[in-house]
């Protein structure tokens, strides 16, 4: 094999790269802080990456690669160091989106977030959410909240992933951790079977249809707390798609379980740090009380942004967390203008300053 896997996985840890790339005609390509720089190694050819797949792919997954032409699959580097990887048909060949995953027990500290996200460790049922686009940080968040749980209560915790992509160690918590298509047949059976297996908390990887928006609302008003995904870039979407299952005439019913049910959505996107090494997250947090509750029961989404502007309980828009970026000198103003979501209202945050439109109330 003229492709050394290995030794490509081995430089991504070296170099603390997020992702690896491998398509024929291309040199390798890793994702260093958000952009994608090839490796010094000849293009690749058609055995390569057939190679590179057979030395990393589990048998269990070549029915569905055979099946749909992509399939997810976990690889392990050493005992510690693990990747989770996708292997895809384009042009006749096969590509592979390789990513590393957290290889150590991470804090809410090591990663820069908020410390008001410790709020989710103590809630004792209900759903919450953690959100955005595809490696922006919600399994490294969720772990952060995993890990404090695991340091301070004793209950048992079961994850349903797709595949596992952190590996927990049982510290005064039980961690039960399920792998479809390895220990259960399907998504479906292992949260149908997961209430029976005496769980106090639940993680599920991601909820992705509507069966599982439906079992995980059960196990919610079951008394159990659950965390889990989707791919939504803010608090307000993530309200909209978790409806988006269900027909105008269960939007009533939908709504009203969202409402007592949703205990927090935390939205993330990742911007470069000041000084280009590295990167960190920005958050939209919301947390549930009386005025949210309301507004969801009454379908008045788009006002959910006015109540976080107020800051209320911890809560605060994507541009009030820039804005402490910025002022901490982690991010630049520079860096935080390409995502800013209303220039004019974090240009008055900016320099302490508000208007109507940045606070106010609702009833």
Do not use: W
Not at 116 to 133: E, M
Not at 196 to 209: F, H, K, S, T, V
Request: glycine content about 6%.
């Amino acid at each position: 094999m003229s492709v050394n896997v290995k030794k490509l996985l081995d430089g991504m840890v070296k170099v603390d790269a997020s992702d690896l790339h491998l398509k024929v005609g291309s040199p390798p390509m890793i994702r260093l802080h958000g952009q994608l720089h090839p490796v010094d190694h000849p293009q690749l050819t058609l055995e390569d990456t057939e190679d590179a797949n057979r030395l990393m792919m589990p048998e269990r997954c070549l029915e569905q690669f055979k099946r749909d032409g992509t399939t997810d699959y976990s690889y392990g580097l050493t005992m510690t160091q693990r990747f989770r990887v996708n292997c895809y048909h384009q042009r006749g060949a096969k590509s592979l989106a390789i990513r590393k995953l957290v290889s150590k027990k991470v804090t809410l500290e090591d990663l820069n977030l908020p410390a008001q996200l410790a709020k989710l460790a103590a809630l004792h049922r209900g759903l919450a959410l953690v959100t955005g686009i595809t490696g922006c940080g919600k399994t490294s968040t969720l772990a952060a909240i995993i890990n404090i749980i695991n340091e301070k209560r004793r209950e048992h915790i079961i994850t349903i992933e797709d595949p596992i992509e952190i590996v927990y160690a049982d510290d005064k918590c039980i961690i039960d951790q399920i792998e479809v298509h390895q220990d259960v047949i399907d998504f479906r059976c292992a949260l149908r079977h997961a209430l029976r297996q005496d769980p106090d908390i639940i993680l599920l990887g991601e909820l992705r249809d509507r069966e599982s928006i439906e079992v995980a609302m059960h196990c919610v008003e079951t008394g159990h707390l659950v965390f889990s995904t989707l791919h939504t870039p803010d608090a307000r979407q993530t309200v909209t798609r978790l409806t988006h299952y269900f027909t105008t005439d269960e939007q009533e019913l939908i709504l009203d379980q969202i409402s007592k049910n949703m205990k927090a959505v935390i939205c993330q996107r990742l911007l470069l740090r000041k000084g280009g090494k590295g990167r960190v997250p920005c958050c939209e947090i919301l947390f549930n009380n009386p005025i949210i509750g309301k507004l969801i029961r009454e379908e008045r989404i788009d006002d959910i942004q006015q109540v976080l502007r107020n800051g209320d309980e911890g809560m605060m828009t994507f541009d009030m967390h820039l804005v402490q970026l910025v002022k901490g000198e982690v991010v630049t103003e520079e860096e935080a203008y390409k995502v800013v979501e209303d220039e004019a209202a974090f240009r008055r945050l900016l320099k302490g300053k508000s208007a109507g439109s940045d606070r106010g109330g609702l009833i």
